[in-house]
């Protein structure tokens, strides 16, 4: 069983475009985030959310915005694309309160803007 | 959150051990140590993390310096499924972010 899943795996869009991606975890856990990760292999953490609130914002432009619709639900959309948004993105979820509140990262989605 | 500096490559043979340094000089009392790693094509995962004490897992062992300014992660066989970024990182609290630095990137061969 996949405990944390993002859809789709591949995004391909023009630059302007809005997209989203999804993300789900089955594990439980109330806290998600999303990550970012360059062409240059940098991870940088952009989003968390703890119990649909959020509580990490990162300096991302506003032309990305988090959806918590439930705990185990947190969606990314961008609005009007840029080159520079193409890197893969990763979500991931924990619980906080844990002794150490080990992360649990999905797969990743490989944004390209063209 | 205080920094860490890791190799940026390293080479091990496969079935021997590996020992992975990670130097944070200016860690604070409450920052914890954690390992994740990256496999290629695929999300971070955790290995190990510590405080003071070392620390032994299915997956690796952690072994923190006397004034922990430094730590080693050790793989104690090291298989071609362990070439990997190694990520160091330090945690203010049990709960603070996890800042990923460039990480070690370990090459394992046949």
């Known amino acids: 069983d996949t405990a944390v899943s993002q859809t789709p795996k591949y995004l391909v869009t023009q630059m302007g475009n809005d997209k989203s991606i999804k993300c789900e975890q089955n594990l439980g856990h109330d806290t998600m985030y999303w990550y970012k990760q360059d062409s240059k292999k940098f991870l940088k953490i952009m989003f968390s959310?703890?119990?649909?609130?959020?509580?990490i914002n990162e300096t991302v432009p506003n032309r990305f915005s988090p959806k918590s619709p439930d705990k185990a639900h947190l969606n990314l959309h961008i609005n009007s694309l840029e080159l520079g948004d193409s890197a893969v993105y990763f979500c991931?979820?924990?619980?906080?309160?844990?002794?150490?509140?080990?992360?649990?990262f999905g797969p990743g989605t490989r944004l390209t803007v063209l | 959150d205080a920094k860490t500096t890791q190799p940026n490559s390293m080479e091990s043979n496969e079935e021997e051990p590996v020992h992975l340094p990670c130097n944070h000089s200016?860690?604070?009392?409450?920052?914890?140590i954690h390992w994740y790693r990256q496999l290629p094509s695929q999300g971070p995962e955790y290995v190990i993390h510590g405080l003071t004490s070392n620390v032994n897992n299915r997956m690796a062992s952690l072994a923190i310096a006397e004034d922990r300014k430094s730590s080693t992660l050790i793989l104690h066989r090291a298989t071609l499924r362990d070439a990997a970024v190694y990520y160091c990182?330090?945690?203010?609290?049990?709960?603070?972010?996890?800042?990923f630095g460039k990480g070690t990137k370990l090459s394992v061969k046949p």
């Open positions: 200016t860690i604070s009392g409450t920052d914890y």
């Open positions: 959310y703890n119990n649909k609130e959020l509580i």
């Open positions: 991931a979820s924990s619980q906080w309160g844990d002794d150490y509140n080990e992360q649990f």
């Open positions: 990182i330090l945690r203010g609290g049990s709960q603070g972010n996890l800042i």
